[in-house]
């Protein structure tokens, strides 16, 4: 256990280092999601919105959407370590911003780490249950096919990016704890109902 804690502090510490020259923007980026103003999650869905909006209106190939795509990352990763310090002024980087940045950092690592560590036990079932791995995935990439035949490509885009987005300001806010809480009590009661009239 402590060697894992020993390997993720090194991981979050060298993720630290790479995303040096983003931190003022991964700190901004980190207030709008988390919605520490009440108006960001309207700005985060309206600027979603029209983003999808122009993609809808310009329709663009895949060649010409990924080219793009790609060139506006590439833009981004040579700009803003140029401008961020110029905008957000770097001299003013405190121990609290310090503090926040490593707690996004470990996050991410965190999340990196489940991530593999549910494809490793995707594997684990695939060597130990090839039967149950083969019904699962199978089925899962049938019903997700099948959702995506009745789904217009874009706007199920639009709603899983819109979802991904809000996310975070919804765990931070309670959002989904209130509501599966309330799901997880409806459960509990039908449950009950049900063992009520079979007895």
Same mark, same amino acid.
């Given at each position: 256990m402590?060697k894992?804690?020993?390997v993720?502090a =090194?991981? !979050?510490?060298q993720?630290?280092? =790479?995303?040096?020259? @983003? &931190?003022? %923007?991964i700190l901004?980026?980190?207030?709008?999601?988390? @919605?520490?103003?009440p @108006?960001?999650?309207?700005a985060?869905? +309206?600027?979603t $919105?029209?983003?999808?909006?122009?993609?809808? #209106?310009l329709?663009?190939s895949v060649? $010409? +959407?990924l080219?793009?795509? %790609?060139m506006?990352?590439?833009?981004?990763?040579?700009? %803003?370590? !140029?401008?961020?310090?110029?905008v957000?002024g770097?001299?003013?980087?405190? $121990?609290?911003?310090q =503090? &926040?940045? /490593?707690?996004?950092c +470990?996050?991410?690592?965190k !999340?990196?780490r489940?991530?593999? *560590?549910?494809?490793?036990?995707l594997? !684990?079932?695939?060597?130990?249950?090839?039967k149950m #791995?083969?019904?699962s995935?199978i089925s899962?990439l049938?019903?997700?096919? @099948?959702i *995506?035949?009745?789904? /217009?490509n874009l706007?199920l $885009? #639009?709603l899983?990016?819109?979802?991904l987005l809000?996310?975070? +300001?919804?765990?931070q /806010? *309670?959002?989904?704890?209130?509501?599966a809480?309330?799901a997880?009590r409806?459960?509990?009661k039908?449950?009950k109902?049900k063992?009520?009239?079979?007895?």
């Amino acid at each position: 256990m402590c060697k894992c804690l020993c390997v993720q502090a =090194q991981e !979050t510490a060298q993720l630290e280092e =790479q995303l040096q020259c @983003w &931190r003022e %923007v991964i700190l901004a980026g980190d207030q709008v999601l988390r @919605w520490e103003k009440p @108006w960001f999650p309207g700005a985060l869905m +309206g600027a979603t $919105t029209v983003l999808f909006l122009l993609i809808y #209106y310009l329709d663009p190939s895949v060649l $010409t +959407g990924l080219s793009c795509t %790609v060139m506006l990352l590439c833009l981004a990763d040579y700009l %803003v370590p !140029t401008l961020a310090p110029r905008v957000f002024g770097s001299n003013k980087w405190t $121990t609290e911003q310090q =503090q &926040r940045f /490593h707690e996004i950092c +470990g996050n991410l690592v965190k !999340t990196q780490r489940r991530i593999v *560590g549910w494809w490793k036990r995707l594997c !684990t079932l695939k060597e130990e249950k090839p039967k149950m #791995y083969f019904a699962s995935v199978i089925s899962s990439l049938l019903a997700v096919a @099948w959702i *995506g035949q009745q789904v /217009h490509n874009l706007f199920l $885009t #639009y709603l899983i990016v819109s979802f991904l987005l809000l996310l975070p +300001g919804l765990n931070q /806010h *309670g959002i989904i704890t209130k509501y599966a809480g309330m799901a997880k009590r409806e459960i509990n009661k039908l449950m009950k109902q049900k063992e009520k009239k079979n007895e």
